[in-house]
C-alpha cells in the first residue's frame, strides 16, 4: 500500500536540540541536534517504510498570521545560534539520504504538511505525519496519523482519530477549538484567559466548538466563566484561527513527486564519518550493497551441462531446501534467475535457470509428491515454476508460513529477517545484495550462486528449528493441516486468474464518464454558474457564499469541502449529494475502470490478482495487483463494476458462496450469549433480533431506522467499537451511542462478559487466540499508556472473532478444493473475497457443485450455532448476487 511519510523538521531539530546534550564533533561543529534528527530519521525510515517523503521547515520569522496577530509567536525566547548553524547540516543529511525537503516564505512547516497530507488523503494514500507540536493533531483522518515524539526524539506516540478521542473526547477538527479556548503560550496564541484545556474540554463536550461555546454563554457555568468568554469572544475567534493549519499552500509540486525508494550506505557514511556518528555507521555499514558484508562463506557448486549425471543422486535425499530467484517481487510477471538446492549435510548445488528448466532429473524430483521440499513462499515458488512448464510438488514445509504463524506481528518476513531472529546468522537481504529500484544491480555467475546458497542453508537450518517453535506454541495443526494446504490452493486459484470482459469494462467506462458529465451539468444547474467542481476554493464559494450552507469548518484562505463535511450538510441542499455522488463515480473511473483495465494479462485476457497469506495480523486473506477485495458494493456504479468479470469457458457460469454474518455467528459460539445462540439457531434477522432487545418493542414495531442502529452495534461490538464510534457512524450524540451499547450488553450479557474475560486472559498471556489456536501477540496489553492499552484491548476482543471467521473460510476452502478434486468435478476456485468465495463452472456442474459447496462450507468447525451460507450463480459476477 502506498504510504506517505511528513516530518516537521524544525520541531523535531528543536526536540532533538533540547533532547541530546550539546555535542560537537573533533573540528568544533555542534551535532547534537544532527545527531538526534539523524537518529529519528533512520527509526522512522525503517518502521514506516515510506513510499513518499518529504521534510518540511518553516522559511523564516514572519508568516501570513503575523498579519492578523503581529504578536503571533512573539514572546519566544530567541533561537540559540549553536541550533540555527546545525539546519543546514540537518538538510545535508536529508540530501545524503535522498529526501526531499521544502519551505516557503510566509508560511510555517505545518502548512505545507497539511496541505500535503489532505493531498493524500484526497488520493488514499496512507500518511504518517511526524512532529513534536499536538497543534497538527487536527490533520489526523481515517488515512492520516500522527506519530507525536515523546521522551527524547526517538519514541513517539501513535495518534490516529480513536486515540484522539481516547485522549480528549474530541474529533481531530476540535483541536482548533480547544487551541481557541485554551489558547498556546509556546505560539503566544491568547484564548480564553482563565480557561485551562480541563475547562476547555468540558466547554467543548458540551458545545463542540468554540462557535457553539459562544452561541450558548448565558447556560456557561459560573459568572466569571460567562463574564470571561463574553469578554473575550473576539480573541477565541481569532485564537482558533491562528491554530488552524492551512491546507492550501500554493505549491510547484504534488504528492505524487515525492517518490522515496531508499537510501544508499555509500552516500550516506561519508556524512557519518565527518559528522562523527560511529553508533550509526556501525547501523548502515551492513547494508553497503553486498560488499563487506561479515557472512558465512558457503562452499557452492554451479551445476554445468556436463556435471548433471553427477548430481543427480542428491535428488535421493530425503529433504532438500529450495529456492526459486526472481526477478521480482511479482511472481506472475517475474523471470526466474536461477534455483538453489542444499541438503541437511551441508551440499549446495546452484542451478542456472538454462540448464534447471530442461534437466529432466530435476523436473522428476520437482513433481514427486514423496520428495520432501522446504521451500520459503510456495505459493510463489509453485506459480513461478508453472509459469515455465514446471509443476512442483511434494512441498512440507514452508518457512514464510512458519514464521508468520510463530511471529504474526512481526513486519519483517524476509528470509533475512527471519534468519537473524532465530539463528543469529548474518544473512544479507535482497535490498543489500541487489540494491532498489534503478540502482538495482545483476547478479550472475558465481555471486549469483553464492547469495542463493546462504539462502537455502538458511531456510535448511530453520526447517527444525520453526518446527518446534510450532509444536511448541501448538500451532502445528493450524500450520500443516490449513495453511500450508492452502498455500497451495491459492497457488491453483492465482494460475488461473479470473476473466475479464475488456470491451464491456471499457463501455462501462463510458458510460461513468456519461454520468460524471451528466452530473457537472446537474451541479452547475443547481449552482447557477460554472466552476471547477474537484477545486476545493471554487466549491466553498459556491457552497458557502453563493448558497449560503452553513459553514463547519474553515481554513485560513477557505471553506472545507472534505466528505465527512459534505456529509452533514446533504440534507440541507441537493447539490450536495450530487457533489458527493460526482466525487464516488470519478474514483470508480480513475481506480476501477482504468486501474483494471492496466492489470489484465494480454495473454489470456484474465487478471491475476495475488493472495497474500503472511500479512494481516488477523490471519485474513488480503489482494495486491489488482486489490479485489477492495471493490465498492454500497454504490450501485460500484457493484456494477463485478459485470466485468465473467467465466474463461463458453456455457460457464460463475457461483458466489457468501457466508452470512459469520463474525456474529462466531461472537455468539465464542460468548456462549443465550439470547445470540437463540437467534441464530431460530434462524432469524439477528439485526431485527437485535432491535427488539435494544428498542423492547415487538418485531412489528422495529422501523428500518432501528434495524440500521442496531447492525451499527452489532458489528460495532465485534470490532470494540467506543461511544464516540458509534456516535459517528450513526451521526447521533456520544450520549444516546452510549446508552445503545449498554443496553445491547443488557440484551446480550454473555457478550459482555466474553469481551471482558478475553481481556483478562490477554492481560495475563500478552496474546489471545482463535479457535484453530491462531495466536496474537499484545505486547501493549499492560501499558501504563492508556492509548495503547486500550488499542490493545479491543484487538484482544476483535481479534478471536476476525480470526476464527478467516479460520473457517481457509479450511472450506482447502476443503472445497478437495472435494472438487474428488468429485472430479471441472469446477474451478477462483476468487475469496472477504466471507465469499467465487467458482466457475460448466452448467451441468451447476447443481452437484453447490450441493458440494454448501455441504463444506456449512460444516467446517463445530460450532454453538449454525454457518449459513447465501449461494447465487450468473453469466457475471454482479449477477450472483
Not at 503581529?70 to 514572546?75: A, I, Q, V
Not at 517453535?469 to 490449513?482: C, G, I, K, N, V
Not at 452553513?550 to 441537493?574: I, N, Q, W
Amino acid at each position: 500500500m502506498d504510504k506517505l511519510v511528513l516530518i516537521d523538521g524544525n520541531s523535531i531539530a528543536f526536540r532533538a536540540f533540547y533532547a541530546l546534550p550539546l555535542l560537537t564533533n573533533s573540528g568544533g561543529t555542534y551535532t547534537n541536534a544532527v545527531y538526534g534528527f539523524t537518529m529519528m530519521l533512520m527509526k522512522v525510515l525503517e518502521e514506516e517504510k515510506p513510499h513518499r517523503m518529504l521534510v518540511a521547515f518553516d522559511a523564516g520569522k514572519y508568516t501570513f498570521r503575523h498579519k492578523d496577530y503581529r504578536e503571533y509567536k512573539g514572546k519566544r525566547d530567541k533561537t540559540p545560534g549553536e541550533f540555527s548553524e546545525q539546519i543546514p547540516l540537518i538538510k545535508e543529511v536529508l540530501d545524503a539520504f535522498r529526501i526531499r525537503y521544502y519551505e516557503r516564505e510566509g508560511y510555517e512547516a505545518d502548512d505545507i504538511i497539511g496541505t500535503l497530507s489532505r493531498q493524500a488523503d484526497d488520493r488514499g494514500i496512507d500518511t504518517a505525519i511526524v512532529t513534536g507540536d499536538k497543534d497538527l493533531l487536527q490533520l489526523v483522518t481515517d488515512h492520516t496519523h500522527l506519530l507525536l515524539t515523546r521522551k527524547g526524539v526517538t519514541e513517539a506516540e501513535k495518534y490516529d482519530i480513536q486515540a484522539i478521542h481516547d485522549k480528549y473526547g474530541l474529533h481531530p477538527e476540535q483541536i482548533i477549538d480547544l487551541k481557541g479556548l485554551m489558547g498556546d503560550a509556546s505560539d503566544n496564541i491568547p484564548g480564553v484567559p482563565g480557561v485551562g484545556e480541563k475547562t476547555a474540554l468540558k466547554l467543548l463536550h458540551r458545545f463542540e466548538t468554540v462557535e457553539g461555546v459562544l452561541r450558548n454563554i448565558d447556560d456557561l457555568p459560573g459568572k466569571k466563566l460567562k463574564e470571561r468568554v463574553s469578554e473575550h469572544r473576539e480573541q477565541a475567534k481569532m485564537s482558533k484561527e491562528l491554530a488552524t493549519i492551512l491546507c492550501e499552500v500554493p505549491l510547484d509540486f504534488s504528492v505524487e513527486d515525492l517518490n522515496y525508494e531508499t537510501f544508499s550506505p555509500e552516500r550516506v557514511a561519508p556524512l557519518f564519518k565527518q559528522l562523527e556518528f560511529k553508533t550509526l555507521l556501525e547501523k548502515i555499514q551492513p547494508e553497503s550493497a553486498g560488499e563487506d558484508l561479515e557472512t558465512e562463506a558457503v562452499d557452492v557448486r554451479i551445476l554445468g551441462k556436463d556435471d548433471r549425471d553427477a548430481w543427480e543422486e542428491i535428488f535421493e535425499k530425503d529433504c532438500l531446501s529450495l529456492f526459486t530467484e526472481l526477478t521480482e517481487p511479482n511472481y506472475h510477471r517475474a523471470e526466474v534467475l536461477g534455483i538453489a538446492l542444499s541438503d541437511e549435510n551441508d551440499r549446495h548445488l546452484y542451478i542456472p535457470w538454462e540448464i534447471a528448466k530442461d534437466w529432466k532429473a530435476f523436473r522428476r524430483w520437482l513433481t514427486d509428491d514423496s520428495k520432501e521440499k522446504v521451500a520459503y513462499d510456495v505459493k510463489a515458488t509453485r506459480v513461478a515454476l508453472k509459469r515455465y512448464g514446471l509443476e512442483s510438488e511434494g512441498y512440507t514445509f514452508d518457512i514464510l508460513l512458519a514464521s508468520y504463524l510463530i511471529d504474526p506481528s512481526e513486519s519483517g518476513h524476509e528470509l533475512s529477517d527471519i534468519a537473524d531472529r532465530k539463528l543469529k546468522m548474518t544473512l544479507p537481504s535482497d535490498e543489500a545484495v541487489y540494491g532498489k529500484g534503478a540502482k538495482r544491480r545483476q547478479l550472475e555467475g558465481e555471486e549469483l550462486a553464492e547469495h542463493l546458497a546462504r539462502k537455502t542453508k538458511a531456510m535448511i537450518d530453520l526447517q527444525p528449528v520453526l518446527a518446534e517453535e510450532l509444536e511448541s506454541a501448538q500451532l502445528d495443526s493450524l500450520y500443516f493441516d490449513l495453511e500450508l494446504p492452502l498455500a497451495g490452493v491459492l497457488a491453483r486459484m492465482e494460475w488461473y486468474g479470473v476473466q475479464v470482459d475488456r470491451d464491456r469494462l471499457r463501455s462501462l467506462g463510458q458510460e461513468l464518464q456519461k454520468q460524471l458529465d451528466e452530473r457537472t451539468r446537474t451541479i452547475y444547474e443547481l449552482a447557477g454558474t460554472e466552476f471547477n467542481i474537484n477545486s476545493p476554493k471554487q466549491l466553498g464559494e459556491v457552497l458557502f457564499d453563493k448558497l449560503g450552507l452553513p459553514v463547519l469548518k474553515k481554513t485560513k484562505t477557505g471553506y472545507s469541502t472534505s466528505a465527512d463535511v459534505l456529509e452533514k450538510l446533504a440534507p440541507r441542499h441537493e447539490i450536495v449529494e450530487e457533489i458527493l455522488h460526482y466525487r464516488q463515480v470519478g474514483k470508480l473511473i480513475s481506480t476501477y475502470v482504468e486501474g483494471l483495465l492496466k492489470e489484465i494479462y494480454d495473454e489470456d485476457g484474465k487478471i491475476h490478482t495475488r493472495f497474500n497469506q503472511t500479512i494481516t495480523a488477523t490471519g485474513r486473506l488480503s489482494s495486491t495487483d489488482p486489490n479485489l477485495q477492495n471493490i465498492p458494493v454500497r454504490l450501485e456504479e460500484g457493484r456494477r463494476i463485478r459485470q466485468v468479470f465473467i467465466p474463461s469457458e463458453e456455457n460457464w457460469w460463475l457461483l458466489s458462496a457468501d457466508y452470512s454474518q459469520i463474525e456474529l455467528r462466531v461472537l455468539a459460539h465464542l460468548s456462549g450469549d443465550k439470547n445470540l445462540i437463540e437467534a441464530f439457531r431460530g434462524d432469524m434477522d439477528v439485526h431485527t433480533k437485535t432491535a427488539m432487545d435494544v428498542f423492547h418493542v415487538d418485531q412489528e414495531e422495529v422501523t428500518p431506522l432501528m434495524r440500521r442502529q442496531a447492525k451499527a452495534v452489532n458489528f460495532g461490538i465485534v470490532y470494540g467499537i467506543s461511544d464516540y464510534g458509534l456516535s459517528q457512524n450513526l451521526n447521533i450524540p456520544r450520549k444516546e451511542a452510549g446508552e445503545f451499547i449498554q443496553r445491547y450488553f443488557e440484551s446480550y450479557p454473555g457478550v459482555k462478559a466474553y469481551m471482558e474475560d478475553v481481556v483478562k486472559k490477554a492481560k495475563e498471556e500478552g496474546y489471545v487466540t482463535t479457535m484453530l489456536h491462531r495466536r496474537r501477540f499484545l505486547p501493549e496489553i499492560n501499558s501504563k499508556n492508556y492509548n495503547r492499552r486500550s488499542f490493545a484491548e479491543r484487538t484482544a476482543m476483535n481479534t478471536p472473532i476476525q480470526g476464527t471467521a478467516a479460520d473457517i473460510i481457509k479450511k472450506a476452502m482447502v476443503r472445497v478444493d478437495e472435494a472438487l478434486e474428488e468429485e472430479q468435478l471441472n469446477a474451478r476456485l477462483l476468487l475469496q473475497v472477504h466471507d465469499e468465495l467465487i467458482f466457475e463452472a460448466p452448467e451441468e456442474e451447476l447443481e452437484k457443485l453447490s450441493d458440494q459447496v454448501r455441504r463444506v462450507m456449512e460444516g467446517p468447525v463445530k460450532m454453538s450455532v449454525p454457518l449459513k451460507v447465501d449461494m447465487n450463480w450468473g453469466k457475471t459476477w454482479f449477477e450472483t448476487k
